[in-house]
């Protein structure tokens, strides 16, 4: 039987150029570590003149409080309102609303994961967005699919006079303002 001998360089030139290909490629900006597909709804952008009022704003991008069970009540954290109507959880509960991104219209709810027993309703205003290039008519909220990495939408309201998107929310995680 005749030695066997493997020629490696074709291997070896295939790793080169996937290596190269994800060199130039490049990682995603996105804050949520998903690469942008523009079939998938966008994040909408704050305005910069919006970002520089926020970052010399001495309020902070993180709130939290209880909200009486028995009471509910309203959070505003900026461009974001939560109202938690009476009995949308059982027990007193804390509730957060956090900026991570002050670039983008994203919010984290917490405490994420939380289900409620009457929706809980969700207003953001898009009043300092950067809508260059954006269909207004295709703003609306979604939230963020951990399990998908993808934004669902919400059945909302835009009000385009005011500004604002007005959704209710049967659970929570990120919520952001999308586009197409």
Partial sequence: MKGFRLNVA???GVAVVILSMVLLVGCSENPMGVAPDQSE???LQRSTLAVEAIQRSTV???T???VSAAEGGVMTLFDVV???PAGAVPNDTLFSIGIPDINVFYNEFGTNGLVFDVPVKVTMSYRDADLTGIDESTIRIGWLN???GLFQDV???LDRVNKTVS???MHFSAYALISD
């Fill in 10 to 12: 074709p291997v070896w």
């Fill in 41 to 43: 709804p966008q994040l």
């Fill in 60 to 62: 902070p991008l993180y």
């Fill in 64 to 66: 939290e409080r209880v």
């Fill in 82 to 84: 939560l109202e938690i």
């Fill in 146 to 148: 951990g399990s998908t």
């Fill in 155 to 157: 059945v909302c309201t």
């Fill in 167 to 169: 959704g209710e929310v």
